[in-house]
Each structure stands twice: as C-alpha cells, then as structure tokens.
C-alpha cells in the first residue's frame, strides 16, 4: 500500500485553467502538508495542516486554495495557471510537527 | 530570513568509496534534523534522523554527525552503491509546521 500517494502523477494544461491535485495519506498522520519544487530541486513549503485546519500558508497566492474534507485528504486546486505554476508539487503527512514527513511521489504540472 | 543550507551542489564518488555530504543550518531553534533521499521522478525519501540531543547517529551504512556549536549537519555513505545517486537534502524541524530543505546535493556514483 502507498502511504502518500497523489495524482495525477503528470498534468500539462494551458495558461488560463483551472485544475486540482488530489492527496491521500494512509498512516493516520494529523498532519498534512504541500510542498513546490522548482527546476533547481529546491522544495518550499506552500501549506500546513493540522487536523484538518490550516496551520501554515507559506505566502502563497489566493489562485492556489488546499482543501482538507478529513485528515487522510488534502487537495489542491489552482486557479488561472500560470506559467510559473509549473513545478513538481508534492504532498507529505506527518504525525505532528515534532516528527519527519512521508512524502508522495508527486505531481509535474506543465503549464503551456 | 534563515534557511538550511549545503556547501556543494554536486558530489561525484567512486563506487565502493565513502561518502560525506556537508550542510549548514541557521535556525538556533531547530532541534530536529533530518536526511532525505530524492531519486529521479521520486518524492523525497526518510534516509536518518538525529535530534539536538544527539551528536551522532548510526543506521545501515549511513551515519549523521551534528555539530550544534556551529550548527553543521553531515551524512556519511560508507561502501558507496550505484542505487546511492540521487539527491539529498537536509532539513530542519524547529516544530513549526514546516520543515526547512536546502538545496540539495546531487551525489553521481562512478564505477
């Protein structure tokens, strides 16, 4: 069983768009996190959340909104893409703040 | 602001030989650290852990040192395998919800 797993594993879509990246975690981790990866392999937290509500959001623009429906989910969904948008994004859960994250494979999101 | 971060982008190593990847941290409130593995297309792997209370720490065939007096983080590979290239990150917990990377080492293993 995958402990984080995310999809779509790819996603290229125009400029303009609006599209979701899904997150499940089957760990019962209460903490649930998104992180961006950019072409130089730097990854950057984008958001937090602890049992379901928002601990953390990294100065991240309003297009992107994270929605957790329970604490095995967290999605992501991205208003009007843009073409900084592309990146690699990745999902993690955790037990709590005091533990290291499991990390999904994550999703390479092209913007065209 | 303060950042974890790697003294070299790139590491080449002779398979069979040991490795050391070097990192620094800035974040005196940080007392968890962490060595993570990224293959290519992979998320981030759980290599090691160490916490502040600790200055070494051994698992199979990597070691990490930390050094709080000048806050350096270390990961040593012995025996190093072709399945060892990849990238590593070292990142920082100070329990604020958002673990810290640097930018990585991106370790070649030649045979």
Known sequence: ?112 | GESVGLHLPTLSVQEGDNSIINCAYSNSASDYFIWYKQESGKGPQFIIDIRSNMDKRQGQRVTVLLNKTVKHLSLQIAATQPGDSAVYFCAENSRDYKLSFGAGTTVTVRA
Request: proline content about 4%.
């Open chain 1, 1 to 112: 069983d995958t402990a984080v797993s995310q999809t779509p594993k790819y996603l290229v879509t125009q400029m303009g768009n609006d599209k979701s990246i899904k997150c499940e975690q089957n760990l019962g981790h209460d903490t649930m996190y998104w992180y961006k990866q950019d072409s130089k392999k730097f990854l950057k937290i984008m958001f937090s959340y602890n049992n379901k509500e928002l601990i953390i959001n990294e100065t991240v623009p309003n297009r992107f909104s994270p929605k957790s429906p329970d604490k095995a989910h967290l999605n992501l969904h991205i208003n009007s893409l843009e073409l900084g948008d592309s990146a690699v994004y990745f999902c993690a859960s955790s037990r709590d703040s005091n533990y290291g994250y499991t990390f999904g494979s994550g999703t390479r999101l092209t913007v065209v």
